[in-house]
C-alpha cells in the first residue's frame, strides 16, 4: 500500500536535486557569458582597426604625388582623382575618438565611429604620432583601438611606401 507522502518527498528531493545543479552551473554560465562578450568586443575592435588600417595603406600606397619633406603628425595629405575626374587633395585627421577623410570639396567623412558623440570604440593615435616617415623612406601608421567599458585594446602598426615615391616619379629613369 503506498502512501500519499512519499510522493511529496520525492518531488521535494527532485527540486532540491535540480536547485543545487543549477546553482553549480550558473557560475559557468556567467563566465560563459562574459568571454563571449569579451570576444565579440575584441573582434569588433579587430575588424574596425583592420578597416581602417587597409583604407589608409590603400590611399597612401596610390598617392598621386610623391612626399615632400618628413611626414610626422596625426594628419596626412595626398592626392587622388576626383569624382570629377581632376586631382584632389584629400586629407585624413583625428578628430576627437575617430578618424576622418576631409574631401577635396572641404567636406567630411568618418573612417571610423558610429555615433556623434563619445564612441564605445574609440581611434587612438599611436605614440608618437599617428604618421611618421624619415625623408625617402616608408610611412609609418600606428594607432590603437580602445573600447571605453572593457578596457580592451588592439594595436596596428604598419608602413607603406607610395607608388609615387617607389617608382621616383618625376624623375629620370636611369
Do not use: C
Not at 130 to 153: A, N
Amino acid at each position: 500500500m503506498r502512501r500519499k507522502g512519499v510522493i511529496l518527498l520525492d518531488g521535494l528531493m527532485a527540486l532540491f536535486l535540480i536547485s543545487a545543479l543549477a546553482m553549480m552551473v550558473l557560475p559557468l554560465a556567467g563566465s560563459w557569458l562574459s568571454a563571449l562578450e569579451r570576444g565579440r568586443i575584441g573582434t569588433k575592435l579587430s575588424e574596425t582597426g583592420l578597416f581602417a588600417m587597409d583604407f589608409m595603406v590603400e590611399k597612401i600606397r596610390n598617392n598621386r604625388s610623391s612626399a615632400v619633406g618628413v611626414v610626422r603628425g596625426n594628419g596626412y595629405d595626398y592626392q587622388a582623382f576626383t569624382d570629377g575626374g581632376g586631382k584632389g587633395t584629400y586629407s585624413f585627421f583625428v578628430d576627437r575618438e575617430k578618424l576622418k577623410l576631409q574631401l577635396p570639396n572641404d567636406s567630411t567623412q568618418p573612417v571610423t565611429g558610429e555615433y556623434t558623440g563619445p564612441e564605445a570604440y574609440a581611434f587612438l593615435p599611436g605614440r608618437p604620432s599617428l604618421f611618421r616617415q624619415v625623408e625617402g623612406g616608408p610611412v609609418t601608421i600606428s594607432f590603437t583601438m580602445h573600447h571605453q567599458m572593457m578596457g580592451m585594446d588592439r594595436d596596428f602598426e604598419t608602413s607603406v611606401i607610395p607608388y609615387a615615391d617607389f617608382y621616383k616619379k618625376g624623375e629620370v629613369y636611369e
